[in-house]
């Protein structure tokens, strides 16, 4: 019964910014790590920022100082704020999460994905 929906995708140029949300919904006992992916036509999916419960993030090489991960625990969102975005930056953005059920049973779980698309 648990779910992840991401919203905030979109179509923007070069240089410009743009926000991701994901919220973590159903029954839940802890949202443990959080975490974005991505996936370019063609590309394996990677791993592009992640953070703790506790906040502490980390990010890839590609996207460090112009991407920023954040989360909201009593929401149960996640954030991706980006930034100078770039044409390589162009791809499907995936949330996922480590959660922890109210029945003490705890994997991974992801959302749909959703497109961004940064154009020269």
């Known amino acids: 019964q648990v779910q992840l929906v991401e919203s905030g995708g979109g179509l923007v140029q070069a240089g410009g910014s743009l926000t991701l949300s994901c919220a973590a919904s159903g029954s839940i006992l802890n949202v443990n790590t959080m975490r974005w992916h991505r996936q370019a036509p063609g590309k394996q999916r990677e791993l592009v920022a992640t953070?703790?419960?506790?906040?502490?993030?980390n990010y890839a090489d590609f996207v460090k100082g112009r991407f920023t991960i954040s989360r909201d625990n009593a929401k149960k969102m996640v954030y991706l704020q980006m930034n100078s975005l770039k044409p390589e930056d162009t791809a499907v953005y995936y949330c996922?999460?480590?959660?922890?059920?109210?029945?003490?049973?705890?994997?991974?779980?992801w959302g749909q994905g959703t497109q961004v698309t940064v154009s020269s």
């Open positions: 996922a999460a480590s959660i922890t059920t109210r029945s003490l049973l705890t994997r991974d779980y």
């Open positions: 953070v703790t419960s506790g906040s502490m993030k």
